[in-house]
């Protein structure tokens, strides 16, 4: 079945440092993949998100792309700011039968320290 | 729009109780997805309805849970017998079809159960 794997937390960045959370999938066909953010005391909501191998996703200065060859969709942002403190969570949707239903990943906790 | 409203935003009980939980999707959206989220497992999918029909309810758990939608605007999660590992944070979730499959989540029932 989908399955989502990200990269183990929690990290622990400096304002202004270079993130990466690793993500990758497993699944049947050609999925959508996104991210979503989960800040303290609030629900999940969308970050970016990609339709087809080889889109970007970008918003908020994260980007990802979405990388068929090596089944991955890695979060990136160049300067972390503490706003951006919160857990992330790597998801796929991979239609069909399963039309609307996400396989989300088991999230990373960001902690940006000034 | 208000978002996605659930009801209440902390429910605590005592074991043996029954506990109903409620969510308001956003108008218009054909999608309701229920989950639950502890730091043992993660963000686990409940069930999922599609025009108020339960489509996917394989994440139940067990035959104390169940949930209803009556209607396009109104649904319930209801656990009867709870138990204390039941007590999790609770989303709903609301999407629709022509949306690219951006789920919109409530801000969470924290359930507690003595």
């Known amino acids: 079945g989908d399955s989502v794997t990200q990269m183990e937390g929690p990290v622990t960045l400096s304002e202004e440092a270079f993130l990466t959370i690793n993500c990758t999938y497993t699944?049947?066909?050609?999925?959508?993949l996104f991210w979503y953010v989960q800040y303290p005391g609030e629900g999940l909501q969308l970050l970016l998100k990609a339709t087809k191998a080889d889109d970007k996703g970008s918003n908020k200065g994260f980007e990802a792309t979405y990388r068929k060859e090596t089944t991955s969709f890695h979060l990136e942002k160049g300067s972390v700011q503490v706003s951006d403190s919160a857990v992330y969570f790597c998801a796929l949707e991979s239609g069909g039968t399963s039309y609307g239903k996400l396989t989300f990943g088991q999230g990373t906790i960001l902690t940006v320290h000034p | 729009d208000a978002g996605v409203i659930q009801s209440p935003r902390h429910e605590v009980t005592e074991m043996g109780q029954e506990v109903t939980l409620r969510c308001k999707p956003i108008s218009g959206h054909d999608y309701l997805f229920w989950y639950r989220q502890t730091m043992m497992r993660g963000l686990e999918l409940l069930i999922y309805f599609n025009n108020n029909v339960p489509i996917d309810d394989s994440g139940m758990p067990e035959d104390r849970f169940s949930a209803k939608m009556p209607n396009a605007s109104f649904s319930t999660l209801k656990i009867q017998p709870s138990e204390p590992r039941d007590s999790a944070v609770y989303f709903c979730a609301s999407s629709y079809r022509q949306g690219l499959n951006e789920q919109f989540f409530g801000p969470g029932t924290r359930l507690t159960v003595l």
């Open positions: 699944a049947t066909g050609y999925p959508s």
